[in-house]
């Protein structure tokens, strides 16, 4: 069984979740395009000061970490 893009970034993201949970907020996939990958930061991300952060350092760095072929971690409204 061939797993896709899709759902292997969808399992990466779920392994993360509590940590951001953790802080009053939370992560959608929005969509996987080609290599980058479309999120909205949702709860008490939206509009947090330190969401660009948060996305880059830690969703970003794991996602790209975990799944090599993916080149950037976007967030969307």
């Known amino acids: 069984m061939v797993e896709t ?10 392994e993360i979740r509590p ?3 953790a802080d009053g907020g939370d992560v959608e996939l929005v969509a996987v395009d080609g290599k980058v ?19 880059k350092q830690g ?10 072929e993916i080149a950037k971690v976007e967030s969307v409204q």
């Open 5 to 14: 893009l899709e759902k292997k970034v969808q399992a990466v993201l779920d």
């Open 19 to 21: 940590q951001i949970q």
């Open 37 to 55: 990958v479309k999120v909205r930061l949702v709860g008490h991300c939206a509009g947090c000061p330190m969401a660009t952060m948060t996305l």
């Open 59 to 68: 969703i970003e760095a794991y996602v790209k970490k975990r799944i090599p």
